[in-house]
């Protein structure tokens, strides 16, 4: 009967908790952001991209998905990896929302990632919104981006991107785009 109370529970709390299987728009608390990595192509579906912010591994899926990522406001580098690797430069706004197109490109070996800021002028701003609203977001369980991170820093992978970010792709447009405070998505239009 206990095995019984501590599944019930354990459903109860993801239910109760909207962030992590609503569809839709969350709006972020008050003194943070949130950006929505949406992949609309089901091309390369069985190839998976990694998310960072900064030098922490944040998220990992495939497929026509999306996740959405909370944080603080202000500048934050957020990126992805798979056989290349894209950045961020973000200046995020707090109680704003943000999304990021996640392209897929040909590569040698595999899928290739292309991340592109979407505004509402974006022509993908329509297809972006109707995933998110189609479904539920994909979620990493903590216990895979603890042990991921683990992994990457035993490998010396983050230091290395981060050190080549700094000396070769900074200011490389075709690596690195921006994102600024004046790209949030206003409310009336999610």
């Not at 192509?41 to 912010?53: D, I, L």
């Not at 903590?142 to 035993?154: A, E, G, P, R, Y």
């Not at 981060?162 to 409310?187: F, H, L």
């Amino acid at each position: 009967m206990t095995a019984f109370k501590t599944l019930l529970f354990i459903l109860a709390s993801l239910f109760a908790s909207p962030s992590l299987l609503s569809q839709g728009f969350t709006p972020p608390s008050d003194s943070n952001a949130v950006v929505y990595f949406v992949r609309v192509s089901s091309f390369g579906a069985a190839v998976s991209f990694e998310y960072f912010h900064n030098e922490d591994f944040i998220g990992i899926f495939k497929g026509k998905n999306y996740m959405r990522y909370e944080l603080q406001a202000g500048e934050h580098l957020l990126w992805a990896s798979t056989e290349n690797k894209e950045f961020l430069q973000c200046d995020l706004r707090a109680g704003e929302t943000y999304l990021v197109l996640v392209n897929v490109k040909m590569g040698g070996w595999k899928a290739r990632v292309g991340l592109e800021p979407v505004t509402e002028e974006n022509p993908d701003f329509e297809r972006v919104k109707k995933l998110v609203y189609e479904k539920s977001p994909r979620v990493t369980e903590q216990s895979l981006i603890n042990s991921t991170q683990k992994k990457l820093d035993k490998r010396g992978f983050v230091q290395n991107i981060m050190q080549r970010y700094e000396n070769d792709w900074k200011y490389d447009n075709s690596k690195t785009k921006r994102i600024g405070p004046n790209m949030a998505i206003p409310i009336n239009l999610l």
